[in-house]
């Protein structure tokens, strides 16, 4: 655990507000989570414990465990005997804010494509270049193991997955956190677009699908960054114009309600 707090008198400067204790007990439990101190699955101190711990009373640790629980790191199950659990948060944490933010600001599905096309292609040639072999194994189980033409909405959701993964095994976090807040209203478009009241692809498209998936792939193994770059934006382009087709000025709210 931490040394006690030590706090800071303070400022005499106009408009600054000093933190207030339960933000410095906060502050420093969070610390500790981001350094791998307390892991995803570890329960916080007893409260008695941290109070001793901080030199705190028990409505400061209170309200300092509502903090990181404002901000889903840990999560807390009233009554419970066991205290407070940490959550790690992962993209899908921020994903709702995010598309939320999307839908008050008037976003159109096009300008979700637009930031796709300018993230996955680059991802491509990181994960070409720089990734281990173990990503490029497991893309390659990703194509592989892409839903039979007739499972309809089984495709959408595995595309949308092999797009995600895709950019998140280029090892590249901030790319991958970006991806992950978009994930879910890409799949809700793509689920709408290539299979609409049919709910199945067309054979065709679907083949077309497949052998660009397997061309990225190969040039993935084969550590070829410049071409599989090249190769994604394309396929990005191209299926860009496909699913935009009749959603040209869909906003993100129109399709999340």
Same mark, same amino acid.
């Given at each position: 655990? #931490? ?10 400067? *106009?408009?600054?507000? %000093? ?5 410095? @007990? ?12 307390? /892991?995803?699955? !570890?329960?916080? #101190? ?9 030199? *705190? %009373? ?29 959550? @790690? ?7 709702? #804010? ?11 599905? &096009? !300008?979700?494509?637009?930031? $796709?096309?300018?993230? =996955? ?5 990181? +994960?070409?270049? %720089? ?11 990703? @194509? ?24 998140? +095994? ?11 807040? +978009? ?9 709408? &677009? ?13 083949? /077309? ?7 990225? *792939?190969?040039?993935?193994?084969? $550590? ?20 935009? /087709?009749?959603? =040209?000025?869909?906003? *993100?709210?129109? +399709?999340?309600?």
């Amino acid at each position: 655990m #931490p040394e006690p707090l030590s706090f800071v008198p303070a400022s005499n400067s *106009v408009g600054v507000r %000093s933190p207030k204790t339960s933000e410095l @007990v906060a502050r420093t439990l969070r610390q500790m989570i981001v350094e791998g101190q307390l /892991k995803e699955g !570890d329960f916080l #101190p007893h409260e008695t414990e941290l109070m001793t711990q901080f030199r *705190v %009373s028990r409505p400061t640790m209170r309200e300092a465990v509502r903090v990181l629980e404002s901000e889903r790191l840990v999560e807390v199950r009233r009554g419970s005997r066991t205290g407070a659990r940490v959550r @790690v948060p992962g993209p899908a944490t921020v994903a709702r #804010p995010a598309a939320l933010v999307l839908e008050l600001s008037g976003a159109t599905l &096009a !300008d979700v494509m637009t930031a $796709r096309i300018a993230i =996955e292609p680059f991802a491509a040639r990181l +994960l070409a270049e %720089s990734a281990p072999a173990k990503a490029h194994k497991e893309l390659r189980r990703l @194509v592989n193991a892409m839903p039979d033409i007739q499972e309809g909405e089984a495709i959408a959701a595995a595309t949308t997955n092999l797009h995600r993964r895709m950019v998140e +095994l280029s090892g590249n976090a901030t790319l991958a956190m970006m991806v992950g807040m +978009l994930h879910e209203i890409g799949e809700r478009h793509t689920a709408a &677009a290539i299979l609409g009241a049919r709910n199945v692809l067309a054979k065709i498209e679907y083949n /077309k699908m497949m052998r660009s998936y397997n061309r990225l *792939v190969d040039l993935v193994e084969a $550590r070829n960054g410049s071409e599989a770059e090249a190769h994604w934006r394309r396929h990005m382009e191209n299926a860009s114009a496909s699913l935009l /087709k009749g959603y =040209e000025k869909t906003k *993100v709210r129109d +399709l999340m309600h």
